[in-house]
């Protein structure tokens, strides 16, 4: 386990910071970005795909308050997340994301609270939605503009 307050190194943060064993393995190959964070929302480690979605390496979200991700006025998504983390809830819902290179990102999450031998806390799990979102909006506008061509044309 990573002692308090040390950040860990590259390979240290994605390999078995947490003492995950075999599950290290699956945790790091998900597709879904997985962050475990404290009670105080510090996060504790990061797979892979967390990394790409948050646009950080392991070593920029270690012990990284997980409210600084979210645009929104505090508490927003990442108070929501923690309050129902530290009352034993799992949580859900959809969020902008603001990565370090201030791109915003839609995502959707999961909270699921996390008492354990190296960490109470709260694993997040997080899936960037920004692209099939995006196609929705352009369906619809495509279908609004199909819909006034159609009426119109049966003048």
């Known amino acids: 386990m990573l002692s308090e307050g040390a950040a860990p190194s590259s390979r240290a943060a994605s390999s078995d910071p947490l003492n995950f064993g075999p599950l290290s393995t699956l945790l790091d ?9 404290d009670q105080e929302g510090r996060c504790r480690y990061a797979n892979p795909a967390a990394c790409k979605i948050l646009g950080r390496s392991t ?9 600084c991700l979210f645009p929104e006025s505090a508490p927003g998504p990442a108070g929501d997340m923690l309050a129902a983390a530290a009352h034993g809830r799992t949580a859900s819902g959809s969020a902008a ?3 370090l290179d201030r ?13 354990g031998n190296s960490i109470a806390g709260a694993a997040v799990i997080v899936r960037d939605v920004s692209e099939a979102r995006r196609r929705v909006r352009n369906i619809e506008a495509l279908q609004q503009i199909e819909s006034s061509v159609a009426f119109g044309s049966s003048l």
Request: glycine letters at 2%; aromatic letters at 6%.
């Open 59 to 67: 070593t920029q979200l270690w012990a990284l308050d997980i409210t």
């Open 103 to 115: 791109e915003e990102r839609e995502i959707e999450y999961v909270v699921v609270p996390v008492q």
């Open 97 to 99: 994301l603001l990565r």
């Open 29 to 37: 190959a998900s597709p879904d970005g997985i962050l475990v964070v």
